[in-house]
């Protein structure tokens, strides 16, 4: 299917659910207007009560105690009392998430239960997906959106193929913002945080603007200074004379603007609509500003790369200090282009609109979803530090057109059914230039760039969906139903004109055309047993696909292929099983999960620093098993919660990338290349990077009030553990992150009613500078790969996550 006709497929489904929502809506009323549907008897006996979180994972709102579900769900109050506005900073809160932003490809690196997406490919879809207010969000750059006045933040773990509309075989992160209400309400705060220096402030107005018509309107605004050191000297010479400045005093910091609209539109009694739409604008000091040196092999000093010495101002530790320095303005004005004035950057500019209609009638309920989603993203980071200017720049532009049409059965018998369509039609733009070889400043030079590159893709996606439910008895559920996918993607890669001295290893005019179809079948079977109200046990079984594609991220040399960019779907098998309760009249709530994957031909990357490459390939299998739970317990004004995850993740039958420097004692004793070096080791019965074994949370809350006015105290603190892993995609053995924690805690006095807050917020009280990624640094070290010896480790330009921070906040609502 090509690109027109994927559109035409898009608007004809969007003009059938118009005519459906149309055809419906006048007849329904009518029923409606005689006599509304008593609830049934599930509805009745499941309706939530006062305090019980809702989810919606299977497309419709229930309570979380029904769901058979793997999910962690995280409120906006809980997400607010710790100032939490980031992606990566969730990831505390749900044991096993490892998640920070990289410097290139997709620019995220997101992991649920060892299973993921590294950073290096941007052609990758994302293995642990997105979901905002029901539009689909793969790319991985949304980790960088500040999320605010969000209602909730649901952690579906394991595979999530039969109910959103692009297979996400890791998990899915879905964030539902607030909507407007009939009532009037305002609120504002404001903040300040003293380690990064960061000032704040947010806030909403929403309520009725007239009859069934509701509008809400939010803000967030931020600008920070940044919380990391950058040691680089205030001028330094590059081994030609030319001058390189510090970048900037700190590093870290940036500034957002951001803004969303929402408008509910009762039509009728029976069909409402809802448009919603934000903007964001982020500037900071790009991937380079969170990357610290780690000197292979145990060095103390950093490698000499390409002769060129060290900087005296860098060092080999994870300590929040590093040397960020700009390019020389002459190799940066010399067409190399996004590189600005040579000063590390990164600008993204992220819009969308989604129009949701939904028709409610005694034997049915339609929804359409209709979104747009396009995100423009300029950087130039550097890796390598002050003395060697190994950067990039890149242009990501993508833009995305989705329509999702669900119907949603309400028979009174014991059997109802889910089903409908999705399609999407997307385009990616991904142009990317590098310096990684210093040139002396000849005159006439027409650039220093090492290579350029423009690559991209359009694709498109279309599903099928559907599920039967069905009630054996009152208290037995099961239910089964399966997506068909059809993915195609046209992909390309164009090497174009770069300094001379490197037209032979990147000679300009080559060019890769790749064209990927593919269809799966992703079933899904669910059986689920509720003894009483308050007591779901459930055993699922799933399988997810994630479609393969071309690595639109490797390096043309002449020896580039088609064949050689190519990657095969990743596909997941596997079932879990749970329990939940609430017992205690409601103090206490239990949640455990068992669960045990295959996830075959996984769709694995590696960084290759001599070539300058993304590779790209399907590993045999990873299975990941284990089991998590979770209780919260509240007693008056004190409530109790945890949660604890036990993870064993392994690789099958996999032969893949040695890691720069291993040699043949090492394991690097596989698949001899074109020199007679071996390339490739057995990662057999290994731990994948970013899986921890063990990853557990405990916290406490307390509501003290002051007097009979309404005046409260309310104190909470959290503890977070993680156990160690390995942060480098070809498992270094001096890659891993030590297990460590990590304690927030909060402090607020609340004015009658909630009226106005102050806080005093400290996250990540311990100061735990924790790596979530790493990279070898091009040309510092990785000699002796696949040989007798001996071998050198090359440096790691590694991603280091937010080190503690205290803010002080006050809030007022109206």
């Given at each position: 299917?090509?690109?027109?006709?994927?559109?035409?497929?898009?608007?004809?489904?969007?003009?059938?659910?118009?005519?459906?929502?149309?055809?419906?809506?006048?007849?329904?009323?009518?029923?409606?207007?005689?006599?509304?549907?008593?609830?049934?008897?599930?509805?009745?006996?499941?309706?939530?009560?006062?305090?019980?979180?809702?989810?919606?994972?299977?497309?419709?709102?229930?309570?979380?105690?029904?769901?058979?579900?793997?999910?962690?769900?995280?409120?906006?109050?809980?997400?607010?009392?710790?100032?939490?506005?980031?992606?990566?900073?969730?990831?505390?809160?749900?044991?096993?998430?490892?998640?920070?932003?990289?410097?290139?490809?997709?620019?995220?690196?997101?992991?649920?239960?060892?299973?993921?997406?590294?950073?290096?490919?941007?052609?990758?879809?994302?293995?642990?997906?997105?979901?905002?207010?029901?539009?689909?969000?793969?790319?991985?750059?949304?980790?960088?959106?500040?999320?605010?006045?969000?209602?909730?933040?649901?952690?579906?773990?394991?595979?999530?193929?039969?109910?959103?509309?692009?297979?996400?075989?890791?998990?899915?992160?879905?964030?539902?913002?607030?909507?407007?209400?009939?009532?009037?309400?305002?609120?504002?705060?404001?903040?300040?945080?003293?380690?990064?220096?960061?000032?704040?402030?947010?806030?909403?107005?929403?309520?009725?603007?007239?009859?069934?018509?509701?509008?809400?309107?939010?803000?967030?605004?931020?600008?920070?200074?940044?919380?990391?050191?950058?040691?680089?000297?205030?001028?330094?010479?590059?081994?030609?004379?030319?001058?390189?400045?510090?970048?900037?005093?700190?590093?870290?910091?940036?500034?957002?603007?951001?803004?969303?609209?929402?408008?509910?539109?009762?039509?009728?009694?029976?069909?409402?609509?809802?448009?919603?739409?934000?903007?964001?604008?982020?500037?900071?000091?790009?991937?380079?500003?969170?990357?610290?040196?780690?000197?292979?092999?145990?060095?103390?000093?950093?490698?000499?790369?390409?002769?060129?010495?060290?900087?005296?101002?860098?060092?080999?530790?994870?300590?929040?200090?590093?040397?960020?320095?700009?390019?020389?303005?002459?190799?940066?004005?010399?067409?190399?282009?996004?590189?600005?004035?040579?000063?590390?950057?990164?600008?993204?500019?992220?819009?969308?609109?989604?129009?949701?209609?939904?028709?409610?009638?005694?034997?049915?309920?339609?929804?359409?979803?209709?979104?747009?989603?396009?995100?423009?993203?300029?950087?130039?980071?550097?890796?390598?530090?002050?003395?060697?200017?190994?950067?990039?720049?890149?242009?990501?532009?993508?833009?995305?057109?989705?329509?999702?049409?669900?119907?949603?059965?309400?028979?009174?018998?014991?059997?109802?059914?889910?089903?409908?369509?999705?399609?999407?039609?997307?385009?990616?733009?991904?142009?990317?230039?590098?310096?990684?070889?210093?040139?002396?400043?000849?005159?006439?030079?027409?650039t220093f760039t090492t290579f350029k590159r423009d690559n991209g893709f359009t694709g498109s996606s279309m599903s099928a969906f559907g599920e039967v439910t069905a009630n054996l008895t009152d208290t037995i559920e099961l239910a089964g139903g399966a997506r068909w996918s059809?993915?195609?993607?046209?992909?390309?890669?164009?090497?174009?004109?770069?300094?001379?001295?490197?037209?032979?290893?990147?000679?300009?005019?080559?060019?890769?055309?790749?064209?990927?179809?593919?269809?799966?079948?992703?079933?899904?079977?669910?059986?689920?047993?509720?003894?009483?109200?308050?007591?779901?046990?459930?055993?699922?079984?799933?399988?997810?696909?994630?479609?393969?594609?071309?690595?639109?991220?490797?390096?043309?040399?002449?020896?580039?292929?088609?064949?050689?960019?190519?990657?095969?779907?990743?596909?997941?098998?596997?079932?879990?099983?749970?329990?939940?309760?609430?017992?205690?009249?409601?103090?206490?709530?239990?949640?455990?999960?068992?669960?045990?994957?295959?996830?075959?031909?996984?769709?694995?990357?590696?960084?290759?620093?001599?070539?300058?490459?993304?590779?790209?390939?399907?590993?045999?299998?990873?299975?990941?098993?284990?089991?998590?739970?979770?209780f919260n317990w509240r007693s008056g004004g004190f409530s109790l919660r945890g949660a604890a995850a036990f993870n064993d993740a392994k690789y099958k039958d996999y032969v893949g990338q040695c890691y720069g420097g291993q040699t043949v004692a090492a394991g690097c004793n596989?698949?001899?290349?074109?020199?007679?070096?071996?390339?490739?080791?057995?990662?057999?019965?290994?731990?994948?990077?970013?899986?921890?074994?063990?990853?557990?949370?405990?916290?406490?809350?307390?509501?003290?009030?002051?007097?009979?006015?309404?005046?409260?105290?309310?104190?909470?603190?959290?503890?977070?553990?993680?156990?160690?892993?390995?942060?480098?995609?070809?498992?270094?053995?001096?890659?891993?992150?030590?297990?460590?924690?990590?304690?927030?805690?909060?402090?607020?006095?609340?004015?009658?009613?909630?009226?106005?807050?102050?806080?005093?917020?400290?996250?990540?009280?311990?100061?735990?500078?924790?790596?979530?990624?790493?990279?070898?640094?091009?040309?510092?070290?990785?000699?002796?790969?696949?040989?007798?010896?001996?071998?050198?480790?090359?440096?790691?330009?590694?991603?280091?996550?937010?080190?503690?921070?205290?803010?002080?906040?006050?809030?007022?609502?109206?």
């Amino acid at each position: 299917m090509n690109r027109s006709a994927s559109l035409r497929a898009i608007r004809h489904a969007c003009l059938a659910s118009i005519i459906v929502t149309a055809g419906l809506a006048v007849p329904a009323q009518a029923q409606a207007q005689v006599s509304d549907p008593a609830p049934t008897a599930d509805e009745a006996v499941n309706a939530p009560v006062e305090g019980e979180i809702i989810v919606t994972a299977r497309r419709r709102d229930e309570r979380l105690i029904d769901a058979p579900v793997a999910i962690t769900a995280l409120g906006g109050a809980q997400l607010s009392n710790y100032a939490v506005t980031e992606f990566s900073d969730m990831a505390s809160l749900v044991p096993t998430m490892v998640a920070g932003k990289a410097a290139s490809g997709s620019s995220a690196s997101i992991f649920l239960r060892g299973v993921g997406s590294t950073a290096l490919s941007a052609g990758f879809d994302q293995s642990v997906s997105f979901v905002v207010d029901g539009m689909p969000m793969s790319r991985g750059r949304e980790i960088s959106l500040s999320q605010y006045d969000v209602q909730r933040v649901e952690v579906l773990k394991g595979p999530q193929a039969l109910f959103f509309g692009k297979n996400a075989t890791g998990g899915l992160i879905a964030v539902s913002t607030n909507n407007p209400r009939d009532v009037f309400e305002a609120g504002f705060k404001a903040g300040y945080g003293f380690e990064a220096q960061e000032k704040y402030g947010e806030g909403f107005i929403s309520g009725p603007i007239a009859e069934g018509l509701r509008a809400r309107l939010a803000f967030r605004v931020s600008e920070s200074e940044g919380a990391f050191t950058n040691t680089a000297a205030a001028t330094y010479l590059d081994p030609f004379g030319l001058e390189r400045h510090r970048n900037s005093k700190y590093r870290g910091g940036g500034r957002t603007y951001s803004g969303r609209a929402t408008v509910d539109w009762d039509a009728t009694d029976n069909l409402t609509f809802q448009v919603k739409t934000g903007y964001t604008d982020q500037k900071d000091g790009g991937p380079s500003d969170i990357i610290e040196r780690i000197c292979g092999g145990g060095r103390t000093t950093p490698f000499t790369a390409n002769g060129i010495p060290p900087s005296p101002n860098a060092d080999c530790a994870i300590n929040g200090r590093s040397d960020n320095a700009t390019l020389p303005l002459t190799v940066a004005q010399a067409d190399y282009r996004y590189a600005g004035d040579g000063h590390m950057y990164s600008r993204l500019k992220s819009g969308y609109g989604i129009l949701t209609a939904t028709l409610t009638s005694d034997v049915f309920d339609v929804t359409s979803i209709t979104s747009y989603y396009r995100f423009k993203q300029t950087d130039l980071s550097n890796v390598s530090g002050e003395a060697y200017p190994a950067s990039f720049s890149q242009l990501a532009d993508y833009r995305q057109t989705a329509e999702e049409l669900r119907f949603q059965s309400k028979w009174d018998g014991p059997v109802n059914m889910l089903f409908g369509l999705f399609a999407s039609s997307n385009k990616f733009i991904f142009n990317t230039d590098a310096y990684i070889f210093p040139l002396p400043a000849a005159a006439g030079n027409p650039t220093f760039t090492t290579f350029k590159r423009d690559n991209g893709f359009t694709g498109s996606s279309m599903s099928a969906f559907g599920e039967v439910t069905a009630n054996l008895t009152d208290t037995i559920e099961l239910a089964g139903g399966a997506r068909w996918s059809y993915e195609a993607r046209n992909s390309y890669q164009s090497s174009l004109p770069a300094n001379a001295a490197f037209a032979g290893a990147f000679p300009a005019g080559l060019r890769l055309d790749d064209r990927y179809r593919e269809t799966d079948l992703s079933p899904q079977v669910t059986l689920r047993y509720k003894p009483s109200r308050d007591l779901t046990f459930y055993a699922a079984y799933k399988e997810g696909f994630k479609s393969g594609g071309f690595n639109i991220s490797q390096t043309l040399t002449p020896a580039a292929t088609v064949a050689a960019g190519e990657y095969g779907a990743e596909r997941a098998r596997g079932g879990e099983v749970g329990a939940r309760a609430i017992l205690m009249g409601g103090a206490l709530s239990l949640n455990a999960t068992a669960y045990y994957y295959d996830y075959l031909d996984l769709q694995v990357q590696n960084f290759d620093p001599v070539t300058i490459g993304q590779v790209v390939a399907n590993a045999g299998t990873l299975r990941v098993k284990g089991i998590e739970g979770d209780f919260n317990w509240r007693s008056g004004g004190f409530s109790l919660r945890g949660a604890a995850a036990f993870n064993d993740a392994k690789y099958k039958d996999y032969v893949g990338q040695c890691y720069g420097g291993q040699t043949v004692a090492a394991g690097c004793n596989l698949l001899a290349g074109q020199g007679g070096a071996f390339t490739s080791q057995d990662y057999d019965g290994r731990t994948p990077p970013k899986a921890p074994r063990f990853a557990g949370r405990i916290g406490a809350s307390y509501d003290l009030p002051l007097n009979a006015s309404g005046w409260t105290l309310q104190l909470s603190s959290d503890v977070t553990y993680t156990g160690k892993y390995n942060f480098t995609d070809t498992l270094r053995p001096d890659g891993v992150q030590s297990a460590f924690t990590k304690i927030d805690a909060a402090l607020r006095l609340n004015g009658p009613d909630d009226r106005w807050t102050i806080g005093l917020i400290g996250r990540n009280l311990t100061n735990e500078l924790v790596v979530t990624a790493a990279n070898d640094i091009p040309f510092a070290g990785g000699s002796g790969t696949g040989t007798a010896g001996p071998g050198v480790l090359a440096d790691m330009s590694a991603f280091v996550d937010n080190p503690r921070e205290i803010y002080v906040e006050v809030g007022f609502k109206f």
